[in-house]
């Protein structure tokens, strides 16, 4: 560690490495995350992302609610995933209760779990252009955003925190017709994307600000245990859709998208070509929705307990990698929850990553390692 | 690399020009009201003359928005030996300050006397007025849109089920 001055005691030409707090309040964080910079001129030293400005203590009041009630907590750590969370809690609780879900439950989840991704890597798709100084990204992107979000909305009743998921299946049917419109929005979403894709992936000004920048090795990403987009970015070949499937994963054909250099620009693709493979395998669902009948939930008593015990249930959210380990004492609230976010372990790697670059790639950076400040802090 | 020096930049101008060529997908808000769906979780609309006050509402909704108070009232039932008790609903606010919109309060109501309502336009200049009443509640019930079919591969809904048993019993 180097020495450490304040600003402006440097005397004469004698250069002082400079402390610069990045945050906890800047436009590039999505949220407040705070870094710690040493700088020596331009150039970064040090990095120490100081993470817990939006702790809201969602585990401990796990504890204090009812395996529904946690539902509502669990969509809203990782606001732009609700989805994905509130599967990965439910999936616990259904594992420990050792409950069969109905089968056209499963599938309806993994269709709108996918679509949920999408939804999520679309956000970052526009945000990270915008980021860098691309704003018009943003609008294509939310133009696609808003016609799954439509399709959403009219199954759960939600934008963002759709509380659709419940213990044993899912909340209730979905509306009379909604597999085809589902499919139709899917449709004209795939075929307005390579707008999103003309306008961004290879423009020169994008690429010159990304490509070859914020080279995290496999071995690093696998150190820090990143997961997810940033980790596959960097060659970490691990899906848990693909290596230990959950829902009707096992059922599908999931392509894992990979690259190699690890870069920002190699982050960016991986969430791109993650969207196209998003909308077929929801797609496919869908149709396989069609094809099953009966109920989507099970029928279960007014007041939950899940048995004594406890398990871990991962899944594949948008950002990596989240873990639900679930210790329960037999009462209906569980006794211990405890999360394993990925956006917490993504943001760990920012230490190697960002010393030694220059400011400006710093915001490249961050914008890269693509997470949500509330699913770091929890 | 791009074979020749801006193709990136030309592909996303080109980009941009046929959008030019579109229709706008923006709706100006205030003058276009969007189109929500039924299930659109909006604002609570409250059925007064069903509430029993079982008080179900208020303890299981997570963040505790649910007010509600009442007195025991004394009902002469013609025939009955006995003078019955009868729950009187006095007070029923929710504050929507502090209301997450997960719907579990609609969810665990026994007796249908809560329902969603795609309304959204209650914003207040004080954050004490979002706290509505029984009888501020109450207004949104013409606002509840009747509740979409369902699916014919899935299960119709409970309401259905039951609706249909009735007619077969009557």
């Not at chain 1, 890597?121 to 860098?132: D, K, Q, R, V």
């Not at chain 1, 100084?133 to 808003?146: K, L, N, V």
């Not at chain 2, 006995?82 to 997960?102: E, G, H, K, P, W």
């Not at chain 2, 809560?114 to 949104?140: M, N, Q, V």
Request: glycine residues 8%; contains cysteine.
């Amino acid at each position: 560690m180097s020495r450490e001055v304040v600003v402006g005691t440097g005397a004469g030409l004698d250069t002082a490495d400079m402390v610069l707090n990045i945050g906890p309040q800047h436009p590039s964080t999505h949220g407040v995350l705070r870094l710690r910079l040493v700088l020596d001129g331009e150039r970064v030293i040090s990095c120490e992302p100081i993470v817990g400005y939006m702790h809201r203590g969602a585990e401990k009041l796990f504890e204090a609610r009812d395996y529904r009630q946690i539902i509502v907590l669990a969509n809203r750590h990782d606001w732009l995933s609700a989805f994905n969370n509130e599967l990965g809690v439910v999936l616990a609780v259904e594992r420990l209760m050792g409950l069969e879900v109905p089968e056209r439950a499963v599938w309806l989840r993994t269709a709108l779990a996918e679509l949920n991704r999408v939804l999520n890597h679309l956000m970052f798709l526009g945000s990270y252009p915008l980021e860098i100084g691309a704003i018009t990204p943003m609008f294509y992107a939310f133009r696609e955003r808003e016609t799954i979000q439509a399709v959403l909305e009219e199954a759960s009743g939600g934008r963002m925190h759709y509380m659709f998921n419940r213990v044993g299946g899912l909340k209730e049917e979905v509306p009379a017709g909604w597999t085809t419109r589902a499919r139709a929005a899917i449709g004209e979403v795939r075929r307005r994307l390579p707008d999103l894709d003309n306008l961004i992936r290879r423009n020169e000004i994008f690429l010159a600000r990304t490509v070859g920048v914020g080279v995290l090795s496999a071995a690093d990403a696998a150190g820090y245990g990143a997961s997810g987009p940033v980790a596959r970015a960097s060659g970490l070949d691990l899906d848990l859709r693909r290596d230990e499937p959950y829902l009707a994963y096992g059922s599908l054909d999931v392509p894992v998208v990979t690259r190699t250099t690890g870069d920002c620009h190699a982050r960016f693709d991986v969430l791109l070509e993650q969207v196209y493979v998003s909308l077929d395998l929801a797609e496919q669902c869908l149709h396989q929705v069609d094809t099953l009948q009966g109920p989507v939930n099970v029928r279960l008593p007014k007041v939950l307990k899940a048995p004594e015990g406890h398990t871990y249930a991962w899944t594949e959210n948008p950002l990596g990698i989240n873990g639900y380990y679930l210790v329960s004492r037999g009462d209906k609230t569980p006794w211990r929850l405890k999360l394993r976010t990925a956006s917490y372990a993504n943001v760990q790697a920012l230490a190697t990553l960002i010393p030694g670059c220059l400011v400006p790639d710093l915001i490249a950076i961050l914008g890269s390692m693509f997470f949500v400040v509330g699913d770091i802090d929890k | 690399m791009s074979e020749f020096p801006g193709k990136g930049l030309a592909k996303g101008l080109a980009v941009t020009l046929k959008t030019m060529t579109k229709r706008s997908t923006t709706r100006q808000y205030p003058d276009t009201p969007p189109d929500l769906p039924p299930r659109s979780r909006g604002v609570i609309a409250l059925v007064e003359e069903n509430c029993t006050v079982c008080m179900l509402c208020a303890r299981e909704c997570p963040d505790w928005c649910i007010y509600i108070d009442s007195h025991k009232e004394e009902v002469q039932v013609p025939g009955a030996a006995r003078a019955r008790q009868r729950n009187v609903l006095d007070q029923f606010d929710i504050d929507f300050s502090l209301c997450m919109y997960c719907g579990i309060c609609i969810e665990v109501c026994p007796f249908d006397a809560l329902y969603w309502s795609p309304e959204f336009e209650y914003a207040e200049y004080d954050i004490r007025d979002l706290l509505h009443d029984k009888e501020r509640l109450g207004d949104w019930v013409e606002t509840v849109p009747p509740p979409p079919a369902h699916d014919t591969n899935g299960e119709p809904a409970k309401e259905e089920t039951a609706a249909r048993k009735t007619q077969l019993a009557g």
